[in-house]
């Protein structure tokens, strides 16, 4: 059996290029179209380092390697496209962010992000501190 990890009781493992190991079978997922309709129909807003919102969002979503996020047929893809790159004018054929076909995405690691994020905040703010203090 071919694994594309090397781990085969890792719940990210793949039986082969192919198809999943059956712990994979009902995992949270969504599409790169629905991804791209949340970030082009949120509001032009600035998030609290004063950058605007799709720019972080784009960001993470790079960092956590989704690839290209954006639908080509996005009425908003020039302004998600300039907050991201800093270039107001991107031909489509080398736009990174715009996806020639939506495919399903797993979730796992935009939800694992999001619970570090908040249970950093929640540390910064000196809530449930106790069980991190070395005695």
């Not at 995405?105 to 935009?110: E, I, R, T």
């Not at 950093?120 to 000196?126: D, E, K």
């Given at each position: 059996m071919y ?5 085969s ?5 793949a ?6 190991i ?14 791209s309709?949340?970030?082009?129909n949120?509001a032009?807003l600035?998030?609290d380092?004063n ?6 969002a784009?960001?993470l979503l ?11 047929n996005s ?6 496209t300039?907050a991201?790159?800093?270039?107001s ?8 962010l715009?996806?020639?076909k939506s ?16 249970d950093?905040?929640?540390i ?12």
């Amino acid at each position: 059996m071919y694994r594309v990890s090397q781990m085969s009781d890792y719940m990210t493992s793949a039986a082969s290029n192919s198809s999943n190991i059956e712990q994979l079978t009902s995992v949270p997922y969504t599409t790169t179209s629905a991804i791209s309709d949340y970030i082009s129909n949120a509001a032009a807003l600035l998030d609290d380092a004063n950058l605007p919102y799709r720019y972080g969002a784009c960001k993470l979503l790079d960092y956590l390697n989704y690839g290209s996020i954006l639908d080509p047929n996005s009425l908003s893809k020039d302004i998600v496209t300039a907050a991201y790159t800093g270039i107001s004018d991107l031909d489509d054929n080398l736009n990174p962010l715009l996806f020639k076909k939506s495919v399903a995405v797993n979730l796992l690691p935009l939800l694992s992000y999001q619970k570090i994020y908040f249970d950093f905040l929640v540390i910064l703010n000196g809530k449930n501190i106790r069980h991190l203090l070395i005695m």
